[in-house]
Nanobody
Framework: QVQLVESGGGLVQAGGSLRLSCATS????????MAWFRQAPGKEREFVAQ????????DYADSVKGRFTISRDKAKNTVYLQMASLKPEDTAIYLC????????????WGQGTQVTVSS
């Protein structure tokens, strides 16, 4: 059974930093993209960042570019999201997801971790 388990969320002041983790199990993710999405109350889920598990290439939403960094540790089967210069508008549930590199549908999802940024 494939599992994605997020951790590292919490309450932080504006301008602060957090590092989220997504621990994976149940399969290898070669030729997969791993991503972080977020969903704020009353808003649609939005893409934050993605990384190619095999090659490490990355992509970011414009709203987080230059502030967030996605990475992966193959030995630990874990994906990270380092968040800096946090803003109140970054407040959301952050979810980890995975999809095959040849597909468009995000196949696996975690349950999410809450990030709250106070002003």
């Amino acid at each position: 059974q494939v599992q994605l388990v997020e951790s590292g969320g919490g309450l932080v002041q504006a301008g602060g930093s957090l590092r989220l983790s997504c621990a994976t199990s149940g399969r290898t993710f070669n030729n997969y993209y791993m991503a972080w999405f977020r969903q704020a109350p009353g808003k649609e889920r939005e893409f934050v960042a993605q990384i190619n598990w095999s090659y490490g290439s990355t992509d970011y939403a414009d709203s987080v570019k230059g502030r967030f960094t996605i990475s992966r540790d193959k030995a630990k089967n874990t994906v990270y999201l380092q968040m800096a210069s946090l803003k109140p508008e970054d407040t959301a549930i952050y979810l980890c997801a995975a999809k095959p590199s040849y597909g468009s549908t995000w196949r696996y999802w975690g349950q999410g971790t809450q990030v709250t940024v106070s002003s």
